[in-house]
Every structure is written in structure tokens, then in C-alpha cells.
């Protein structure tokens, strides 16, 4: 749509800021709600799982700041690029933010395989909580493709002012992990006690839910970012 204009460039400031920071807010709020529900639950185990997830939020911190500082510098670049009627530099944008997107996953991944272990035998003695968290770690991160792309595709959302559709995927992964996490930890419905593996898989599963969607809202609703990986060049310009 390159002939329309974005309400970036048409609406009222006022109208814009709170049409814009309203659903941000509630998705910062919703987007905490992983780390509490997964603690709420855990610590019906023991105490001791609570301790393991506990000691894992800073590592998921680490994830969601880098996952945070990335995206909202691609948002950056390209409001200012769709401001100035770039659409081929948008696509271009985009693009480049898919590839690094890729490059942060794997870095996860890694850090779920080589670091997540000693991560916790340095923090801690006590067995049951290493053998906890390395359980509930190592999945978030090996399966964190999904607040990855989670975060990429909110951020093309909100960087052409959609933000309440930000706010519909972020909420989706939060029910779906606050309906699976006690399905999944004590074995509800027939299903295996997983324990505290299952909150991690809970979290995973919401995650990749809301990246889904926010992938399928980019592709219906945001006419102005055209993302074709076809032909695909790094442009370190």
C-alpha cells in the first residue's frame, strides 16, 4: 500500500500516543505474567523447583533484553524508513531483521546447551535445584524460537502503529501458558507428570503460539512491510 498513508503521519499526536502506548503497556504487563505463573505453579512442587526457576529468570531476562534491544532498534529504523516513503529500504529492513533474529536464536540455543550447566553449578550446591533448573532452562532456551520470533514480528507490528494487535498475540501466549502450565506439570487429563519441565514446555508452546499469530497478523493487517527473503543480500549499509 504504497499510495495510503500510515496514521503515524495523519493522527492527532494526543489520539496517536494513547492509541499507540495503551496496548504497549498492558502487553509489557501481559509479557511478565510467564515468569510469575511459572512460579506460582512450580512451588507447588517443592521449594527447591521454585528456587531452580527462580535463579533461571535471569538468564530469560538476558533474552528478553537482547531479543527487546534488537527488535526495537529494527522498529526504529523502520518507522523512519516507512516515514519517508521508502518501501523497498522497509522490505529491506525487515528482512535484516529476520536474519538477526536467526543469528540471536542460535546464540540461545548455544547458551542452552554449553552454558546453562555451569550457569547453575555456580550458583548453587544443592543437586535437586542444578538438576531442576537445568531442566527448565535448557528447554526455554533451546525452544526460545518462539519469543524470538515473537518479538520481531510485534515489533514490525508496533513500528507501523499496530499496536493492539501486539497486545492480542502477547495475551494469546499468556492464557495458553497459564491454561497449560498446571496441565503439563502434574499430568492433568491423562497427560505425564512432567513436572517442572513442563512449565518450561508451557512457556515454549505459549510463546510460539503468539509468534504464529504475530507472524499471520503481519502478513494480513500490515500492508506496509513486505517481507521476501528471495534474493536475500547482508546490506551493512
Do not use: W
Not at 500516543?17 to 510469575?36: D, E, F, G, K, R
Not at 505463573?37 to 529468570?57: G, P
Not at 529492513?93 to 555456580?122: D, E, Q, R, W
Not at 507501523?160 to 499430568?187: C, E, R, S, W
Request: charged letters at 10%; one cysteine or more.
Amino acid at each position: 500500500m504504497e499510495n495510503s498513508e500510515n496514521k503515524m503521519g495523519v493522527m492527532p499526536v494526543n489520539k496517536l500516543l494513547i492509541s499507540m502506548s495503551l496496548p504497549m503497556m498492558i502487553s509489557m504487563l501481559v509479557q511478565a505474567l510467564y515468569n510469575i505463573v511459572d512460579s506460582y505453579f512450580v512451588a507447588k512442587i517443592s521449594e527447591d523447583a521454585l528456587s531452580a526457576v527462580s535463579l533461571a529468570f535471569p538468564i530469560q531476562t538476558l533474552m528478553i533484553a537482547i531479543m527487546g534491544g534488537s527488535s526495537v532498534g529494527l522498529g526504529t529504523v523502520l518507522s523512519h524508513s516507512l516515514g519517508e516513503k521508502k518501501f523497498k529500504k522497509v522490505t529491506d529492513v525487515a528482512n535484516h531483521g529476520i536474519f538477526i533474529t536467526a543469528i540471536i536464536y542460535v546464540i540461545f540455543v548455544l547458551i542452552g546447551f554449553f552454558v546453562v550447566k555451569p550457569f547453575f553449578t555456580s550458583q548453587t550446591d544443592d543437586v535437586e535445584i542444578v538438576t531442576y533448573g537445568i531442566q527448565y532452562l535448557q528447554i526455554v532456551c533451546i525452544g526460545s524460537a518462539g519469543i524470538c520470533g515473537q518479538f520481531l514480528f510485534e515489533r514490525l507490528l508496533q513500528s507501523t502503529g499496530k499496536t493492539f494487535y501486539t497486545m492480542i498475540t502477547q495475551a494469546t501466549g499468556a492464557i495458553i501458558n497459564i491454561v497449560l502450565d498446571p496441565i503439563f506439570i502434574f499430568g492433568l487429563f491423562g497427560l505425564p507428570k512432567m513436572g517442572v519441565m513442563g512449565a518450561a514446555v508451557a512457556t515454549i508452546i505459549g510463546q510460539t503460539c503468539a509468534f504464529v499469530l504475530a507472524f499471520i497478523l503481519n502478513h494480513k493487517k500490515n500492508t506496509e512491510v513486505k517481507i521476501n527473503l528471495k534474493g536475500f543480500v547482508i546490506n551493512y549499509n
